[in-house]
């Protein structure tokens, strides 16, 4: 199973940038979770977003994103997004995501994508 995460790059505050992360090896109805989280220098790993693969994809935010952030599938590309809107400076950060696998308990992770935003 692997997670491939991109999208991130240099946007200035205001704009908008969508982050995707492919998944391979799992169909991501299997992952009871899937989500993105954060981490800043200096700060530790938070999560962003995540949506359950059950109940018709219950989405949960950080306080920080509500409004500004939607999570959301893309079964056919076994894709899980990110559009992130009204990009604020203090969301710069290195972005991850992440899937909980229901059979095998184990989460797995992809690697970061940078998300810099311009003042």
């Known amino acids: 199973v692997q997670l491939q995460a991109s999208g991130g790059g240099l946007v200035q505050a205001g704009g908008s940038l969508r982050l995707s992360c492919v998944v391979s090896g799992e169909p991501i109805a299997r992952f009871n979770v899937m989500g993105w989280h954060r981490q800043a220098p200096g700060k530790q790993r938070e999560l962003v977003a995540s949506?359950?693969?059950?109940?018709?994809?219950?989405?949960n935010y950080a306080d920080s994103v509500k409004g500004r952030f939607t999570i959301f599938r893309d079964t056919a590309r076994n894709t899980v997004l990110l559009q992130m809107n009204s990009l604020k400076p203090e969301d710069t950060a290195a972005y991850y995501c992440?899937?909980?696998?229901?059979?095998?308990?184990?989460?797995?992770w992809g690697q970061g994508t940078e998300v810099t935003v311009s003042s």
């Open positions: 992440n899937g909980d696998h229901a059979k095998a308990r184990y989460t797995y």
């Open positions: 949506i359950t693969s059950g109940g018709g994809g219950r989405e």
